[in-house]
């Protein structure tokens, strides 16, 4: 079922360490409907709307994910450090993230079952860096990820850094989900 995956370019939006889903989407926010296109939207709103804010009331970067009255973000790309996604089992945090316009994550590490609600629900793709890249990127950096050599090119900085190869979890993410690859794979009938 390998095909060829376009590379995925955007904005890079860069994190510390320990993001958790209650930075992700604060359990405030999980009253919307994931069903209802307008409230639907509003978990884009307030992704990572409960990351710690500096000294100037903003997250890190002085950037926030959206801007004041929007729903989708400039940036497509978050670029992190360590152990991504920890804290409670919550699939409306991959799923905020994609509903905001990301589409990927580069993470040396990530919580285990983040990870598997983004594979698992096909919201976006969580690549796993060999070093922690949160040093390297700047928030709003021009980034490149090539899916095929396993690369993120930092384009604003005309740097390259090898990637970890996704194997099958690549398939499945692009394929919409795990309960989709079953039905494109032949094991579940379509319905």
């Known amino acids: 079922m390998t095909k060829t995956k376009p590379p995925i370019k955007g904005k890079a939006f860069v994190l510390g360490k320990n993001i958790d889903t209650d930075q992700i989407i604060p359990a405030a926010h999980l009253v919307y409907s994931l069903d209802d296109p307008e409230e639907r939207k509003l978990y884009g709103k307030y992704a990572l709307s409960g990351v710690p804010a500096d000294e100037s009331g903003l997250p890190q970067g002085n950037v926030t994910l959206t801007e004041e009255g929007e729903t989708e973000s400039q940036f497509k790309i978050i670029v992190a450090s ?13 799923a905020c993230l994609e509903i905001a316009g990301i589409e990927a994550i580069v993470t040396p590490s990530y919580a285990r079952i983040f990870y598997r609600n983004s594979v698992d629900g096909g ?7 060999f070093e922690d890249l949160s040093k390297e990127v700047h928030t709003g950096d021009d980034l490149e990820i090539d899916q095929e050599n396993h ?5 604003t900085q005309d ?29 579940v009938p379509q319905s």
């Open 123 to 129: 919201f976006l793709i969580p690549f796993e860096s």
């Open 151 to 155: 690369t993120l090119k930092n384009l």
């Open 82 to 94: 360590d152990n991504f996604g920890c804290g409670s089992s919550r699939e409306h945090a991959p």
């Open 159 to 187: 740097k390259e850094y090898p990637i970890k190869p996704l194997g099958s979890v690549a398939d499945i993410v692009h394929a919409g989900g795990i309960f989709e690859y079953a039905r494109q794979t032949g094991m």
